[in-house]
């Protein structure tokens, strides 16, 4: 079986969700965790993974969407929910530069500070901006596992992280031809610190690129990793799913 840890269910358009759902179990995909962009995509969140047994949420605030804050107390409440299991997506975006690099610093730090109170681990965006990110999950994190979604560095950074303790979260771009230094992570880091993800609706792997993508589609990224790595699709997908149970607790 396989697990989907990051997935924008809420923003799927061209196909109906009980039909994603269907797709993604005919697949072998078994739990779904759908990160909240920002506050306004909550309600739809929370309203999904109240309703899916299989479907679970994080609470986050996206760099790009920095400047439109949060309400901590709001956070804290929703967070006693038991399908709620981490905080994010969170963390720093210099490619968009949406909101100033100052005010993404601040929430990202802030929501780290929570989900240490929370006791949550925390799923980071981060896209051209390594350095800071690293710099303030070493500084003010203290407790909380991380993971590094949609990992876009080098084979150098990534050991970097895995020794810092993180997890990379590797979804369809490994299955794009020009995708050499992920695909040189996803054959060298130890398979322990490796989680699998699709990114839906975005990002979809071959021979889906450039269409919607949905949670059906992460097993493409968990057989090229088995591929690149001279393994079993099965032992891919067991450890994995082993790895997203013991991050997220589900």
Partial sequence: MLTDTHSHLDMIKETGIEEVLRNA??????????????????????????KYDNVFGLLGVHPSDAEKGYDENEFIRLAQNPKIKGIGEIGLDYYYDKASAQIQKDIFISLLKLANRLNLPVNVHDREA?????????????????????FSGNLNFAQKCVEAGYYLGIGGIVTFKNAKDLQEVAAKIPLEHILLETDAPFLAPVPYRGKENQPAYVKLAAQEIARLRGITFEEAARVTTSNAEFVFNI
């Fill in 25 to 50: 179990a005919e697949a072998g995909v078994e739990k779904i965790i759908i990160p909240s962009a920002g506050p306004e995509n909550i309600p739809k969140v929370m309203e999904l993974v109240n």
């Fill in 130 to 150: 390594h350095e800071d990110t690293f710099e303030i999950l070493q500084k003010y994190n203290k407790n909380s596992k991380v993971v590094l979604h949609c």
